[in-house]
Protein backbone atom coordinates (compact mmCIF):
# COMPACT_ATOMS: atom_id res chain seq x y z
CA UNK A 1 0.00 0.00 0.00
CA UNK A 2 2.83 2.00 -0.03
CA UNK A 3 4.03 1.79 -3.62
CA UNK A 4 1.71 4.19 -5.07
CA UNK A 5 3.45 7.39 -3.82
CA UNK A 6 7.24 6.13 -4.84
CA UNK A 7 4.87 5.84 -8.38
CA UNK A 8 3.84 9.84 -7.57
CA UNK A 9 7.56 10.40 -7.32
CA UNK A 10 8.65 9.24 -10.47
CA UNK A 11 5.99 11.05 -11.89
CA UNK A 12 7.13 14.19 -10.40
CA UNK A 13 11.04 13.93 -11.80
CA UNK A 14 9.21 14.85 -15.03
CA UNK A 15 7.53 18.55 -15.44
CA UNK A 16 6.18 19.78 -18.93
CA UNK A 17 6.51 23.42 -19.92
CA UNK A 18 5.74 24.51 -23.24
CA UNK A 19 8.45 26.49 -24.41
CA UNK A 20 7.93 28.27 -28.13
CA UNK A 21 8.43 25.99 -31.35
CA UNK A 22 9.13 22.79 -29.33
CA UNK A 23 6.00 21.70 -28.56
CA UNK A 24 5.10 17.85 -28.33
CA UNK A 25 8.73 16.89 -26.29
CA UNK A 26 9.59 16.62 -23.44
CA UNK A 27 12.67 17.14 -21.05
CA UNK A 28 13.30 14.05 -18.45
CA UNK A 29 15.48 14.74 -15.58
CA UNK A 30 19.03 13.77 -15.49
CA UNK A 31 19.32 12.23 -12.49
CA UNK A 32 16.76 9.82 -13.86
CA UNK A 33 18.27 9.43 -16.90
CA UNK A 34 21.98 8.65 -15.49
CA UNK A 35 20.07 5.99 -13.28
CA UNK A 36 18.52 4.35 -15.89
CA UNK A 37 21.78 4.23 -17.94
CA UNK A 38 23.59 2.27 -15.05
CA UNK A 39 20.08 -0.28 -15.24
CA UNK A 40 20.83 -0.62 -18.96
CA UNK A 41 24.67 0.02 -19.72
CA UNK A 42 24.22 -1.14 -23.23
CA UNK A 43 20.88 0.78 -23.71
CA UNK A 44 20.63 3.53 -26.68
CA UNK A 45 20.53 7.41 -24.62
CA UNK A 46 17.62 8.56 -23.95
CA UNK A 47 15.84 10.93 -26.47
CA UNK A 48 16.05 14.32 -25.00
CA UNK A 49 12.69 16.33 -26.82
CA UNK A 50 13.42 20.28 -26.30
CA UNK A 51 10.89 21.05 -23.93
CA UNK A 52 10.09 21.03 -19.93
CA UNK A 53 12.64 21.54 -16.84
CA UNK A 54 13.76 19.55 -14.09
CA UNK A 55 11.68 19.83 -11.26
CA UNK A 56 12.46 21.76 -9.01
CA UNK A 57 12.86 20.80 -5.03
CA UNK A 58 9.45 22.52 -3.84
CA UNK A 59 7.61 20.86 -6.81
CA UNK A 60 9.25 17.12 -5.80
CA UNK A 61 8.26 17.85 -1.67
CA UNK A 62 4.48 18.65 -2.92
CA UNK A 63 4.57 14.99 -4.20
CA UNK A 64 6.73 13.70 -1.83
CA UNK A 65 4.66 13.32 1.07
CA UNK A 66 3.77 9.30 1.66
CA UNK A 67 4.25 7.62 5.14
CA UNK A 68 5.94 4.30 5.16
CA UNK A 69 4.97 1.48 8.07
CA UNK A 70 8.69 2.47 10.00
CA UNK A 71 7.66 6.58 9.70
CA UNK A 72 9.69 7.33 7.37
CA UNK A 73 8.05 10.63 5.88
CA UNK A 74 6.42 11.59 9.02
CA UNK A 75 6.19 15.56 9.66
CA UNK A 76 7.06 16.99 12.98
CA UNK A 77 4.33 17.69 14.74
CA UNK A 78 2.47 16.50 17.51
CA UNK A 79 -1.43 16.35 18.20
CA UNK A 80 -3.50 14.47 21.53
CA UNK A 81 -6.41 12.36 21.58
CA UNK A 82 -8.34 15.33 23.30
CA UNK A 83 -7.62 17.78 20.67
CA UNK A 84 -8.42 15.63 17.71
CA UNK A 85 -11.78 14.86 19.08
CA UNK A 86 -12.94 18.33 18.20
CA UNK A 87 -11.20 18.74 15.00
CA UNK A 88 -13.13 15.43 14.08
CA UNK A 89 -16.68 16.52 15.05
CA UNK A 90 -15.59 19.92 13.13
CA UNK A 91 -14.32 18.64 10.26
CA UNK A 92 -15.23 14.71 10.05
CA UNK A 93 -17.94 13.63 11.64
CA UNK A 94 -20.57 14.37 8.86
CA UNK A 95 -19.67 11.83 6.93
CA UNK A 96 -17.67 9.23 9.44
CA UNK A 97 -20.26 9.94 12.18
CA UNK A 98 -19.39 11.39 16.00
CA UNK A 99 -17.55 7.99 16.64
CA UNK A 100 -16.01 6.81 13.25
CA UNK A 101 -19.45 4.93 12.82
CA UNK A 102 -20.15 5.80 9.33
CA UNK A 103 -22.86 8.30 8.08
CA UNK A 104 -25.20 6.92 5.10
CA UNK A 105 -22.86 5.44 2.62
CA UNK A 106 -19.86 6.89 3.91
CA UNK A 107 -17.50 4.40 5.52
CA UNK A 108 -17.31 3.69 9.00
CA UNK A 109 -13.88 4.08 10.73
CA UNK A 110 -14.09 1.96 14.06
CA UNK A 111 -16.17 -0.66 14.85
CA UNK A 112 -16.91 -3.81 12.98
CA UNK A 113 -15.75 -6.61 15.59
CA UNK A 114 -16.41 -10.00 14.17
CA UNK A 115 -16.75 -9.37 10.42
CA UNK A 116 -14.05 -10.35 8.89
CA UNK A 117 -14.59 -13.19 8.83
CA UNK A 118 -18.29 -13.09 7.45
CA UNK A 119 -19.98 -12.32 4.49
CA UNK A 120 -20.14 -8.35 4.69
CA UNK A 121 -17.06 -7.52 6.21
CA UNK A 122 -16.11 -4.33 7.93
CA UNK A 123 -12.73 -3.08 7.21
CA UNK A 124 -12.42 -0.76 9.70
CA UNK A 125 -9.41 1.07 11.16
CA UNK A 126 -8.68 -0.85 14.21
CA UNK A 127 -10.26 -4.34 12.70
CA UNK A 128 -8.16 -4.54 9.19
CA UNK A 129 -5.76 -1.66 9.14
CA UNK A 130 -1.90 -3.26 9.62
CA UNK A 131 0.23 -0.24 9.66
CA UNK A 132 -0.75 2.91 11.72
CA UNK A 133 1.33 4.92 8.70
CA UNK A 134 -1.65 4.15 6.64
CA UNK A 135 -4.33 6.43 8.65
CA UNK A 136 -1.95 9.42 8.78
CA UNK A 137 -0.84 9.17 4.75
CA UNK A 138 -4.37 8.52 3.77
CA UNK A 139 -5.52 11.41 6.01
CA UNK A 140 -2.56 13.65 4.80
CA UNK A 141 -3.30 13.38 1.64
CA UNK A 142 -6.70 12.96 0.99
CA UNK A 143 -8.76 14.40 3.87
CA UNK A 144 -11.28 16.20 4.66
CA UNK A 145 -13.23 15.31 2.24
CA UNK A 146 -13.51 17.68 -0.83
CA UNK A 147 -10.70 20.29 0.98
CA UNK A 148 -7.64 17.85 1.06
CA UNK A 149 -4.16 18.69 2.84
CA UNK A 150 -6.30 21.60 4.39
CA UNK A 151 -5.03 19.88 8.05
CA UNK A 152 -1.55 21.56 9.29
CA UNK A 153 1.03 18.97 10.74
CA UNK A 154 -0.46 19.40 14.43
CA UNK A 155 -4.26 19.01 13.53
CA UNK A 156 -2.77 15.51 11.38
CA UNK A 157 -1.56 14.19 14.13
CA UNK A 158 -4.38 15.34 16.51
CA UNK A 159 -7.29 13.44 13.98
CA UNK A 160 -5.24 10.19 13.88
CA UNK A 161 -4.44 10.29 17.50
CA UNK A 162 -8.17 10.30 18.15
CA UNK A 163 -8.88 8.14 15.43
CA UNK A 164 -6.75 5.29 17.12
CA UNK A 165 -8.72 5.91 20.32
CA UNK A 166 -11.70 5.31 18.55
CA UNK A 167 -10.57 2.00 17.79
CA UNK A 168 -9.17 1.10 21.27
CA UNK A 169 -5.78 1.07 19.98
CA UNK A 170 -4.83 4.16 22.66
CA UNK A 171 -5.79 5.74 25.30
CA UNK A 172 -7.50 9.03 25.61
CA UNK A 173 -4.55 10.78 27.20
CA UNK A 174 -2.11 9.80 24.26
CA UNK A 175 -0.02 11.89 22.05
CA UNK A 176 0.42 11.38 18.81
CA UNK A 177 4.27 12.46 17.66
CA UNK A 178 6.96 11.11 15.02
CA UNK A 179 8.70 9.37 18.40
CA UNK A 180 5.31 7.45 19.45
CA UNK A 181 4.31 6.86 16.38
CA UNK A 182 7.24 3.94 16.92
CA UNK A 183 5.00 2.15 19.66
CA UNK A 184 1.71 1.77 17.73
CA UNK A 185 1.08 -1.93 17.10
CA UNK A 186 -2.35 -1.91 14.77
CA UNK A 187 -4.34 -5.14 15.68
CA UNK A 188 -4.42 -6.92 12.79
CA UNK A 189 -0.60 -6.35 11.79
CA UNK A 190 -0.52 -10.12 11.68
CA UNK A 191 -3.08 -10.48 9.48
CA UNK A 192 -1.59 -10.43 5.69
CA UNK A 193 0.46 -12.36 4.30
CA UNK A 194 2.16 -12.32 0.34
CA UNK A 195 -0.13 -13.68 -2.79
CA UNK A 196 0.57 -17.31 -3.17
CA UNK A 197 -1.98 -17.49 -5.19
CA UNK A 198 0.36 -18.83 -8.15
CA UNK A 199 0.90 -21.91 -5.95
CA UNK A 200 -1.90 -22.20 -3.75
CA UNK A 201 -4.39 -22.20 -6.53
CA UNK A 202 -2.28 -23.65 -9.20
CA UNK A 203 -4.36 -26.84 -9.42
CA UNK A 204 -7.44 -24.86 -10.56
CA UNK A 205 -6.12 -23.30 -13.36
CA UNK A 206 -6.48 -24.91 -16.91
CA UNK A 207 -5.81 -23.05 -20.36
CA UNK A 208 -9.08 -23.64 -21.64
CA UNK A 209 -12.77 -24.19 -20.44
CA UNK A 210 -14.10 -27.71 -20.16
CA UNK A 211 -16.23 -28.56 -22.70
CA UNK A 212 -16.58 -32.48 -22.38
CA UNK A 213 -16.49 -34.91 -19.26
CA UNK A 214 -16.75 -32.00 -17.21
CA UNK A 215 -17.52 -32.59 -13.39
CA UNK A 216 -20.79 -30.31 -14.45
CA UNK A 217 -22.94 -30.34 -17.73
CA UNK A 218 -22.02 -27.42 -19.57
CA UNK A 219 -25.09 -25.25 -20.54
CA UNK A 220 -25.94 -22.17 -22.18
CA UNK A 221 -27.65 -19.91 -20.19
CA UNK A 222 -27.79 -16.46 -22.52
CA UNK A 223 -26.98 -14.91 -25.82
CA UNK A 224 -25.13 -11.67 -26.19
CA UNK A 225 -28.07 -10.96 -28.83
CA UNK A 226 -31.01 -11.58 -26.38
CA UNK A 227 -28.84 -8.25 -24.39
CA UNK A 228 -29.05 -6.68 -27.85
CA UNK A 229 -24.96 -6.50 -27.74
CA UNK A 230 -24.26 -8.56 -30.32
CA UNK A 231 -24.89 -6.44 -33.61
CA UNK A 232 -27.11 -7.67 -36.57
CA UNK A 233 -24.72 -9.95 -39.25
CA UNK A 234 -24.97 -7.65 -42.06
CA UNK A 235 -23.30 -4.67 -39.86
CA UNK A 236 -20.65 -7.15 -38.76
CA UNK A 237 -19.39 -7.87 -42.06
CA UNK A 238 -19.30 -4.31 -42.95
CA UNK A 239 -17.27 -3.82 -39.71
CA UNK A 240 -20.48 -1.32 -38.11
CA UNK A 241 -20.80 -2.24 -34.61
CA UNK A 242 -24.07 -0.72 -33.76
CA UNK A 243 -27.34 -1.24 -36.37
Not at 92 to 115: I, K, N, Q, Y
Not at 124 to 150: C, E
Not at 202 to 217: L, R, V
Amino acid sequence: MQRLPCALMLLAAVVLVPTGSNMGQVSVAPDYLAARAQDKPNAAPARRFGIGREARPEEIAGWDIDIRPDGEGLPPGKGAVKDGEALFTQRCAGCHGEFGEGVGRWPALSGGAGTLTGDRPVKTIGLYWPYASTVLDYVRRAQPFGNPQSLNNDELYAVVAFLLFLNDIVDQDFELTKESFRNIRMPNAQGFYDDDRETAEQAFWNPGPCMTNCKADVKITGRARALDATPPADNRQRGIDQP
